[in-house]
C-alpha cells in the first residue's frame, strides 16, 4: 500500500461535496488500503476521501475497535449530544471544542457494493459525523466553539 499526502486546512478540495462511488473495483480497494495506511501513520482515526485528493463518497475508520469502510455513506438517525475536543488529520495540531450528536446510525456501502449499517455512540459517533462532513465538504472547525491547546 501507499501513504496518500494529506490535504490541508486551505486546500478548496476539502470545501467541495464529493461524488457517489459507482464502481466497487481494484481501484477502490486500493484507495481504501491506502486511505487506512495513511490514516494510521498519521495517527488519526478516520480518514475521508478528498482528504486524499480524490473526490469520492469513501470514507475509513478505525477507533481502536477494528477497520470500518463506508462507501457512499447516509445518515439514518442520530440522537443525544456530546461535546468534547475534536481534531483533524488535514488540520494538525489544531483541536476545538465540538457539539455533536452523542449517537449515529449510518447506511454505506462495503468495499464490494453491499449494504450495511454501523451504529456507534461517543467517540465512534463523532467520527462516522466528522467523516462525514467532510463528504459534504464540511470541515470540523465550522463547527468550533472553542479552541483548546
Same mark, same amino acid.
Given at each position: 500500500m501507499a501513504i496518500r499526502e494529506i490535504r490541508l486546512r486551505d486546500d478548496e478540495i476539502l470545501r467541495k461535496k464529493c461524488k457517489e462511488v459507482k464502481k466497487f473495483d481494484e481501484k477502490l480497494w486500493i484507495?481504501?488500503?491506502?486511505m487506512y495506511d495513511t490514516m494510521n501513520k498519521a495517527e488519526g482515526v478516520g480518514l475521508a476521501a478528498p482528504q486524499v485528493g480524490i473526490m469520492k463518497r469513501a470514507v475509513v475508520i478505525d477507533i481502536g475497535e477494528?477497520? =470500518?469502510?463506508?462507501?457512499?455513506? /447516509? =445518515? $439514518? /438517525? =442520530?440522537? &443525544?449530544?456530546?461535546?468534547?475536543?475534536?481534531?483533524?488529520?488535514?488540520?494538525? &495540531?489544531?483541536y476545538g471544542e465540538v457539539t455533536r450528536p452523542n449517537y449515529a446510525k449510518v447506511k454505506a456501502q462495503d468495499r464490494n &457494493?453491499?449494504?450495511? =449499517? $454501523?451504529? &456507534?455512540?461517543?467517540?465512534?459517533?463523532r467520527a462516522l459525523l466528522h467523516e462525514y462532513d467532510h463528504l459534504e465538504g464540511h470541515v470540523f472547525t465550522e463547527k468550533v466553539t472553542k479552541y483548546v491547546d
Open positions: 484507495l481504501l488500503d491506502d477494528g477497520r =470500518i469502510e463506508l462507501i457512499n455513506p /447516509e =445518515i $439514518v /438517525e =442520530i440522537s &443525544g449530544e456530546q461535546t468534547g475536543n475534536e481534531g483533524c488529520l488535514s488540520f494538525p &495540531g489544531l &457494493g453491499k449494504w450495511f =449499517i $454501523v451504529e &456507534g455512540e461517543a467517540l465512534l459517533a
